[in-house]
Each structure stands twice: as structure tokens, then as C-alpha cells.
């Protein structure tokens, strides 16, 4: 069936630096995309991050471009996010998603379960 399992969040203060990670297995990662999502409390889930299947390509959503990377391992099944100079709006649950390149993989979608990021001094 696919699963993603993301760690790494906790509580760092504003202006500090966290990086979270996503493990998958039980599907060919390296044929998936893989976008990170943040919902804060009170608030629909968006997404922040988008990586391509073979890595050369990466999106930000302006609310974090300049202060977050993505970055993947296709040997380790790993995709990261470093998130750097951490505002108190950051503060969210961060959920990972893989999404087929191929319409007839399957699983099409996987989501992780989610690690929540607290920004507060």
C-alpha cells in the first residue's frame, strides 16, 4: 500500500532552524513526486514544497520561499525539508505526500501521518 512517516518537528524558537524528514516504503519512490504540506492550528492544510521524481526540480510557496529547501535521496527513499530563519506562522503539523508519475502505479497518493512544528520564543 505505500507509506510515508515524517519526523523532526518539535518546538524551536523563532529565527531558528529545523529539518524534517519523510521515509518511505512499500513503493517505488523514485517514480513519485513528493510535496510537503503544513496545517496550522485552525486552518485548511496548504501546500509549502514540491520536489520532482528525479529531484531536479523544486517549488516553494511564497510564504516560505528563501527560508525552506526540499531535497530527496532516491537510494535511501528519503525526502527532507530544512527549514531555516522559523517565523511563529510556521507553526503547523507538516505532512509529506508522494504522488505517482505514472497513472497506472499504484498507490497513486500516499500521505504521511504528520510531525507538528511549534514556532514559539
Known amino acids: 500500500q505505500g507509506q510515508l512517516v515524517e519526523s523532526g518537528g518539535g518546538l524551536v524558537q523563532p529565527g531558528g532552524t529545523a529539518k524534517l524528514s519523510c521515509v518511505a516504503s512499500?513503493?517505488?519512490?523514485?517514480?513519485?513526486?513528493m510535496t510537503w504540506y503544513r496545517q496550522p492550528p485552525g486552518k485548511e492544510r496548504e501546500p509549502v514544497a514540491y520536489?520532482?521524481?528525479?529531484?531536479?526540480?523544486?517549488n516553494y510557496w511564497p510564504a516560505v520561499k528563501g527560508r525552506f529547501t526540499v531535497s530527496r535521496d532516491n537510494v535511501g527513499n528519503i525526502v527532507a525539508l530544512t527549514m531555516n530563519n522559523l517565523k511563529v506562522e510556521d507553526t503547523a503539523i507538516y505532512f509529506c505526500?508522494?504522488?505517482?508519475?505514472?497513472?497506472?502505479?499504484?498507490?497513486?497518493?500516499?500521505w504521511g501521518q504528520g510531525t507538528q512544528v511549534t514556532v514559539w520564543p
Open positions: 520536489i520532482s521524481a528525479t529531484g531536479d526540480t523544486t
Open positions: 512499500g513503493f517505488p519512490f523514485r517514480y513519485y513526486t
Open positions: 505526500r508522494a504522488s505517482a508519475t505514472v497513472s497506472a502505479y499504484r498507490p497513486q497518493e500516499v
